[in-house]
């Protein structure tokens, strides 16, 4: 899959010689040892390769497969993936493990000669991890973050994969006010469940969709919900997604500061405009500028701006440019996405990918790095998504001391996290991370709505799992 994302079935059942293009592997268990085999076909040429090894020698046999199988699909495939062998979501959280339990030489070296990662990746994920270790090491384990989720946006953008329902469409539009409805209710609900097992708030963040779809006066009730029913006290982060400028209004973005929301996010994704018409983001970028310095005007003083490398129609000057431009406005953090190629998204069913190659992606995000870096910004979190353009990564960069926390910790999953509202998950983490327990809510909003009660059944889940470890 990371040579060939798209494809659904690339694996032969049964070897045989004029299968076309394949790749196969196989593993014989034979007394005392056990033989690895793996061929590939492409293009009309073919490479095979084979290992033996004693049976005490072997102590992952998919590691042994795949790290023989992995220089042929290279080598015919005419690429090197930066991640080498790596599939999973969190690099970071892989190295930062490897680190603690051993030292950064040799998790350096896991990296690049166990997983054939390059150096360049290497190094970026050991950043990473450095930082997130700060972050980590402050959490106590009665702590959570409360998760919010608003799952509906102006339109839909043609590389989303979220369940996120356009209100341009009635029935859409029809569902929001009984859906804040049920959310006030499960704030309440949720409110109580951290009371009784005496759990801590440490930060919040609203996510989607795009929050700022609600108007000022669902906003106003939402905000006020929780303020009702959690303590804030400790509550040192509060995140609002207001990603698409085309919802953000003055009086949204004074609601959000009376309730001292200090973080929001405003998502140019590019400053081109042909860019934003072909992804079918109705608005431009000089809306992303002018929205921004009202957001300053206000008094925001933490602004998150999302740039997507690989959006179709782009080209490298078109992202240089896009970084330049969030960078010279002053955004305290910079994420930098990939674009993933989902399936369940238009730019995949309607077959518009666009054109941008794997090599330019690579130059993009090398080009986004570098002017990061000189400008004082730092990367403090990251995380991969499958079907993304080369496999590269999204990385979350930040100003000194402007790192959001609940990134780390939602992604790196090393805090319990309450959630609410339709397709959210709540997490729940045994003492010492041994397992990781998820509740999920319905995903679509008409049936979070009417299955509320169910959903609340269970969520009662939260209850019983902290008793389990008193
Ligand atoms: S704004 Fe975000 S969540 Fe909404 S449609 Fe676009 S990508 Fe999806």
């Given at each position: ?134 972050i980590v090491k402050s959490i106590d384990e009665k702590s959570f973050s409360l998760y ?42 949720t409110g109580l469940k951290a009371k009784e097992n005496e759990l801590k708030l440490t930060s919040v963040y ?20 929780i303020?009702?029913n959690f303590d804030l006290t400790n509550c040192t982060e ?167 926390k609940y990134?780390v910790l939602m992604?790196e999953e090393y805090q319990h996290i309450l959630s ?6 709540t997490k729940l983490l045994s003492p010492g991370i041994e397992k990781i327990e998820?509740i ?19 969520k009662?889940r939260i209850s019983t799992f902290f008793g389990e470890y008193q």
């Amino acid at each position: 899959m990371l040579f060939f994302p798209l494809e659904k079935n690339i694996a032969l059942k049964e070897f045989t010689e004029d299968a076309g293009d394949y790749f196969y592997t196989e593993i014989i268990r034979a007394e005392g040892n056990v033989t690895f085999k793996a061929a590939f076909s492409y293009k009309g040429e073919t490479l095979s390769n084979e290992k033996s090894l004693k049976n005490e020698e072997v102590t992952d046999e998919e590691y042994e497969l795949l790290s023989l199988a992995y220089p042929l699909l290279k080598e015919l495939c005419g690429f090197a993936p930066g991640w080498g062998m790596l599939t999973g979501v969190r690099p970071s959280k892989l190295i930062m493990n490897k680190m603690l339990e051993t030292n950064e030489e040799t998790a350096r070296d896991y990296f690049i000669n166990h997983f054939f990662a390059t150096p360049e990746k290497t190094e970026l994920a050991l950043s990473v991890a450095k930082r997130e270790i700060e972050i980590v090491k402050s959490i106590d384990e009665k702590s959570f973050s409360l998760y919010v989720s608003i799952p509906f946006c102006p339109t839909r953008c043609s590389y989303c994969s979220f369940v996120s329902h356009s209100i341009g469409t009635d029935s859409a539009k029809k569902l929001m006010p009984e859906y804040v409805n049920k959310l006030c209710e499960e704030i309440a609900f949720t409110g109580l469940k951290a009371k009784e097992n005496e759990l801590k708030l440490t930060s919040v963040y609203w996510g989607g969709g795009t929050p700022t779809t609600l108007s000022a006066e669902d906003l106003d009730r939402v905000l006020s919900a929780i303020e009702d029913n959690f303590d804030l006290t400790n509550c040192t982060e509060y995140t609002v997604e207001a990603g698409r400028p085309d919802t953000i209004t003055p009086e949204k973005l004074q609601v959000l500061k009376k309730h001292k929301v200090g973080r929001i996010s405003i998502n140019p994704q590019t400053f081109s405009n042909g860019v934003l018409e072909a992804i079918g983001r109705k608005h431009s970028a000089e809306l992303t500028i002018e929205k921004y310095n009202l957001a300053r005007e206000i008094g925001f003083d933490c602004i998150n701006m999302d740039l997507i490398a690989g959006l179709p129609t782009d080209t490298l000057e078109g992202f240089k440019n896009s970084v330049d431009k969030a960078i010279a406005l002053g955004a305290e953090n910079i994420t930098v996405h990939t674009l993933a190629l989902k399936r369940s998204s238009t730019i995949v069913t309607e077959n518009e990918s666009g054109s941008v190659s794997e090599k330019d992606v690579a130059k993009m995000l090398d080009y986004a790095k570098k002017v990061l870096t000189k400008s004082g910004y730092y990367p403090y979190y990251m995380y991969r998504q499958s079907k993304a353009l080369g496999n590269f990564e999204n990385v979350g960069w930040c100003k000194e001391h402007k790192e959001c926390k609940y990134n780390v910790l939602m992604m790196e999953e090393y805090q319990h996290i309450l959630s609410v509202g339709a397709g959210s998950v709540t997490k729940l983490l045994s003492p010492g991370i041994e397992k990781i327990e998820r509740i999920f809510n319905y995903k679509f909003p008409f049936e979070y709505i009417s299955r509320f009660s169910e959903l609340l059944e269970k969520k009662e889940r939260i209850s019983t799992f902290f008793g389990e470890y008193q």
